[in-house]
């Protein structure tokens, strides 16, 4: 049972570049979930998704995009990145009220 | 002002030593609270989850709620160097999209 699984684990862009950061789970869970963690910052919701076929934005959605390609897939896209979102980027999915976390992608936007 | 407040810490230990952790709220409508613990290059993983003021205890980890005073608390005992982490505090109302508090990174010395 892998829970939560992230794709890239880390990942080095240039100012301007985009990249599709990839997520799985395998609980069957109906809700996913994208947040950011910065240094003294905590985790902040970016998008989220209630069910399959449904996407909302969270506290800091500008400069994302997501898509929720199944009930098991959730990918957050950035269409040109920029140094302010260098961060560690988490994925989650939902089983009633008890959100299971992904290992995380680590980005750095030179 | 933030809707969580977490003091960041950090928290240093002996071993066998009561680790204390609070959290303090402003939105009333919360009704779920977790605690989470978040090695270091890793996701959070969930450790309590409650929803009704008091306590809650599991082997060496007590919950504690007060939403009349919109304060929650997690306790440990006998602390371990295993237990030395990042702790995130977690609220949510009714869409279970979650606050985090900053979190609070633990050191238990040997």
């Known amino acids: 049972n892998a829970g939560v699984t992230q794709t890239p684990k880390f990942q080095v862009l240039k100012t301007g570049q985009s990249m599709t950061l990839q997520c799985a789970q395998d609980?069957?869970?109906?809700?996913m979930y994208w947040y950011r963690q910065d240094p003294g910052m905590g985790l902040r919701l970016i998008y989220y998704?209630?069910?399959?076929?449904?996407?909302d934005k969270g506290e800091v959605p500008n400069g994302y995009n997501v898509s929720r390609l199944n009930k098991r897939e959730f990918s957050l896209r950035l269409e040109s990145a920029a140094p302010s979102q260098t961060s560690v980027y988490f994925c989650?999915?939902?089983?009633?009220?008890?959100?299971?976390f992904g290992p995380g992608t680590r980005l750095t936007v030179t | 002002q933030k809707e969580v407040e977490q003091d960041p810490g950090p928290l240093s230990v002996p071993e066998g030593a009561i680790v204390s952790l609070n959290c303090t709220y402003s939105?009333?409508?919360?009704?779920?609270f977790m605690w989470y613990r978040q090695y270091s290059r890793k996701g959070p993983e969930l450790l309590m989850y409650?929803?009704?003021?008091g306590n809650k205890e599991d082997g060496r980890f007590t919950a504690q709620v007060d939403k009349s005073s919109k304060y929650i608390s997690l306790f440990i005992r006998d602390s371990q160097p295993s237990d030395s982490a990042t702790y995130l505090c977690?609220?949510?109302?009714?869409?279970?999209?979650?606050?985090f508090g900053a979190g609070t990174t633990v050191t238990v010395r040997a």
């Open positions: 977690a609220m949510s109302d009714n869409d279970y999209k979650l606050s």
């Open positions: 609980m069957n869970h109906n809700s």
């Open positions: 998704s209630a069910s399959e076929g449904t996407t």
């Open positions: 939105n009333s409508a919360f009704q779920y």
């Open positions: 409650t929803y009704s003021s």
């Open positions: 989650a999915s939902d089983g009633v009220g008890e959100q299971y």
